[in-house]
């Protein structure tokens, strides 16, 4: 039980850096939420249950106009389809957990967790549930308590453009990328998958391009990779990240 809490804290404690970076995603989303018509009960609701930033920005931006209502639901599956890339590459990774435990992992997986679990890996420690959610619980509660505040106080903000609030999440994606950049064969991967990210945003459009950027910087590491296997950190079981 010892050893779990002290997971459980260490999780709180690599989440810190992180909330500070993802703190104005939930601010702007129910800005924005409220702005295109929804209330903050029903922009509160969709951050509790989807808790996906880029998905919900998506989906704020379709509701409420003539598109079908399958159009919505695959333009959010294309915008989270990384999620699938995520959960097949941690889940070998997870074989410890339980079924319940995986299907709230899954739940909550986002590009944070994905960052997060991977850095941990490669300085050689596990992570086990209970760092898991002690890294989870910090961003779920910011999440919508930020969602709230944002849709409480967002039209005080006339021009977000004017603030720079359009590149957040750029920068916030960038930053991620440059985290792996240490990676073999990192800079060719990223220059394939730009390129043809941006080569069908160009011919068939926003948000397909991220799931076929993302295919085709998959595509081309498994390509380049050949059978070199890939060596697996020892987990530190003893030993905290500081």
Known sequence: MSMI???????IRDSVPVLIGVAPFGLLFG??????????????????LIFGGASQMVGIDLFGTHIAPWMIVL???????????????????LVHYSRL?????FFFLTDVHYSAAERRRELGFSFGFGWYMGLTIPLYVLWILETIVG?????????PQAFGFDMLLPVYFLGIVMGFRQRRNWLPVVIVSGLASTLAHATIGSPWHV??????????AALIAGDQPVAEPEANETEEIT
Request: aromatic share 8%.
């Open 5 to 11: 809490a002290a997971d459980f804290r260490q999780g």
């Open 31 to 48: 800005a924005l939420a409220v702005e295109n018509g929804m209330s903050i009960v029903e922009a509160t609701l969709m951050s509790a």
């Open 75 to 93: 333009s959010i599956f294309a915008v989270n389809f990384r999620h699938v890339l995520y959960s097949a590459s941690l889940g070998p990774k």
């Open 101 to 105: 435990q995986k299907a709230i992992a």
């Open 151 to 159: 849709g409480m106080f967002g039209k005080l903000i006339t021009n």
């Open 211 to 220: 799931s076929i950027g993302a295919i085709a910087g998959v595509a081309f």
